[in-house]
């Protein structure tokens, strides 16, 4: 028994959770370096704690992971302090980036998404009705935008804990490459988004709270503008409009409920209610939901190549568990 932490670290699971973290850290880590040369020559500061504590954290899980992966032999409980400390950095380096790349002041991009949107024969001020007009599927949107939070770690540590580490791994890789594609292209292609490209009031949805219609609104201006914004990461906005972050979230989050038999199906519809709700609660156009879709199962597919058991380490791990349960 007493090679049984070393079993584990070395078996194939241990050898891509190793991959997972590197591949982790790397694009948190760049991004980092990234955040911090583009901050020299901006009109941004951001409050130190703000992303020195979420970087801290994260950093700290993985250290605390690291001694109970190969001292412990405790996978699981590593692959959640994992990929909690992961996406507890990556996601505040990631909301710097995305207000770093405002910055740009690209021309606005909101004429030419509405014309996609009504060229394709989708008409949001209908869809905005409907859902005005039925205030309980109004909360219930409004619910399911506002989950990710609470369904990312709700996934991340069942999946972990019931030996689905790499279902969660392959979520979070996708989460962090879908991130930083969509927070690039939104700095090149920006957009104010539907209730204030319509300049609609609440008196035009009267039954609805939408969650994200205007919140940005005044950090958009101030960066676009160039004018001095301090930043407190624990308190930034989801400024991005195309593409749909959030909707490529929520498809990632159905992808990895899939792999659990009791999360399989009310996380499916939980996620199914986030992307419906998106053009609503996130004033977002419908092909900036299509896009962050098709950019979510790019990077899904590209984080499972990643992640991938490659056959050679799989006959060694085969090969290997013999001798280990002889000498144990």
Request: hydrophobic share 60%; with cysteine; glycine share 8%.
């Given at each position: 028994m007493a090679a049984k932490p070393l079993e584990r670290a070395m078996s194939g699971h241990g050898v891509i959770a190793d991959r997972a973290n590197r591949l982790a850290w790397i694009l948190t880590g760049s991004l980092l370096?990234?955040?911090?040369?583009?901050?020299?020559?901006?009109?941004?500061?951001?409050?130190p704690l703000s992303l020195a504590g979420p970087v801290?954290?994260?950093?700290?899980?993985?250290?605390?992971?690291?001694?109970?992966?190969?001292?412990?032999?405790?996978?699981?409980?590593?692959?959640?302090?994992?990929?909690?400390?992961q996406m507890t950095a990556f996601m505040t380096v990631g909301a710097l980036f995305s207000y770093l790349v405002a910055t740009l002041g690209m021309p606005m991009q909101d004429a030419a998404?509405?014309?996609?949107?009504?060229?394709?024969?989708?008409?949001?001020?209908?869809?905005?009705?409907?859902?005005?007009?039925?205030?309980?599927?109004?909360?219930?949107?409004r619910v399911a935008y506002q989950s990710f939070i609470p369904q990312v770690l709700v996934l991340m540590l069942v999946l972990s804990f019931s030996g689905l580490g790499h279902a969660?791994?392959?979520?979070?890789?996708?989460?962090?490459?879908?991130?930083?594609?969509?927070?690039?292209?939104?700095?090149?292609?920006p957009a104010?988004?539907?209730?204030?490209?319509?300049?609609?009031?609440?008196a035009d949805y009267p039954n609805l709270s939408p969650s994200a219609a205007f919140v940005h609104v005044k950090d958009m201006h101030a960066l676009r503008a160039g004018l001095p914004l301090e930043l407190d990461l624990s308190k930034a906005e989801g400024i991005i409009t195309f593409p749909s972050y959030h909707a490529a979230l929520g498809l990632l989050m159905l992808l990895a409920g899939l792999s659990h038999s009791v999360l399989r199906w009310s996380f499916g519809a939980l996620n199914l209610a986030m992307i419906a709700a998106t053009p609503i609660d996130g004033g977002h156009y419908f092909v900036d939901v299509a896009a962050g879709l098709v950019i979510a199962v790019l990077c899904y597919l590209l984080a499972r190549r990643l992640l991938r058991?490659?056959?050679?380490?799989?006959?060694?791990?085969?090969?290997?568990?013999?001798?280990?349960?002889?000498k144990s």
């Open positions: 370096l990234v955040d911090l040369a583009w901050l020299a020559f901006s009109q941004i500061s951001v409050v801290a954290v994260g950093a700290g899980l993985a250290f605390a992971a690291r001694y109970y992966r190969y001292r412990r032999g405790e996978a699981r409980l590593a692959d959640a302090l994992d990929l909690c400390g998404l509405y014309a996609i949107d009504q060229g394709l024969g989708l008409d949001w001020l209908a869809y905005l009705k409907v859902v005005d007009q039925r205030p309980l599927l109004g909360v219930l949107f969660a791994r392959v979520m979070t890789l996708a989460m962090m490459l879908s991130g930083i594609v969509t927070i690039a292209i939104s700095g090149l292609l104010m988004a539907m209730f204030v490209h319509l300049n609609l009031s609440p058991v490659k056959s050679g380490v799989a006959r060694q791990n085969s090969l290997a568990a013999p001798v280990a349960i002889a």
